[in-house]
């Protein structure tokens, strides 16, 4: 629901934006998007330090600070190309080039990012420098152990799912592929 209306805000916003474009210029609007976001977002602090789970208010105040960011990232591209219009001696095909250059840049850095799919994300930092260690010494990335305990109640024929954290110690009989097989009876498991 949250990216629903964090995509469905942006309508509203860019509307918004056109008419008080037009209406108000650009400099009021666009400073005036900017600092409503910047107090919205600074008054989701303490209510995320204080009260957390006011879920309808934080989820009401995201969107509208999604929106007023909307507005300012659209009134932004208006107001740049205005203050600082390209000159018609510059060489043709420049914007190309930079933008060429830069994905060219971006995209090799990116390769060197680790691979994430199939791999647990790290919850802790200790974790990541974890990976991080491993990707120097040329590893491959290693999975963190996880473990995981499924209790079926004996008149539940479903049973439930409990995450229970991290364990070392777990035997390795009782260890196997979470896509595998189905869990037995009051069993751990733990992928790799």
């Avoid at 995509?7 to 209406?23: A, H, Q, R, T």
Wanted: proline share 7%.
């Amino acid at each position: 629901m949250n990216t629903f209306l964090s995509g469905v805000i942006e309508i509203p916003s860019n509307l918004l934006c056109y008419i008080f474009l037009e209406k108000f210029g650009r400099r009021w609007p666009n400073g005036g998007a900017l600092l409503v976001t910047a107090v919205i977002e600074l008054a989701l602090v303490p209510i995320l330090l204080l009260r957390p789970d006011m879920s309808e208010l934080l989820t009401a105040l995201s969107t509208l600070g999604k929106g007023a960011i909307t507005f300012a990232f659209g009134s932004i591209y208006l107001y740049t190309s205005e203050l600082f219009p390209t000159p018609e001696d510059v060489w043709l095909p420049m914007p190309s080039v930079i933008f060429g250059v830069l994905s060219t840049l971006t995209g090799s850095l990116v390769l060197l990012l680790p691979e994430t799919k199939g791999h647990k994300i790290p919850d802790t930092v200790e974790e990541a420098e974890q990976i991080g260690r491993s990707r120097k010494k040329g590893r491959p990335i290693p999975d963190i152990d996880v473990v995981i305990e499924w209790n079926y109640p004996k008149d539940d024929v479903k049973g439930s799912f409990e995450n229970k954290g991290y364990d070392e110690n777990i035997s390795s009989e009782k260890t196997r592929n979470l896509s595998m097989e189905e869990p037995n009876e009051n069993d751990s498991i733990t992928r790799l």
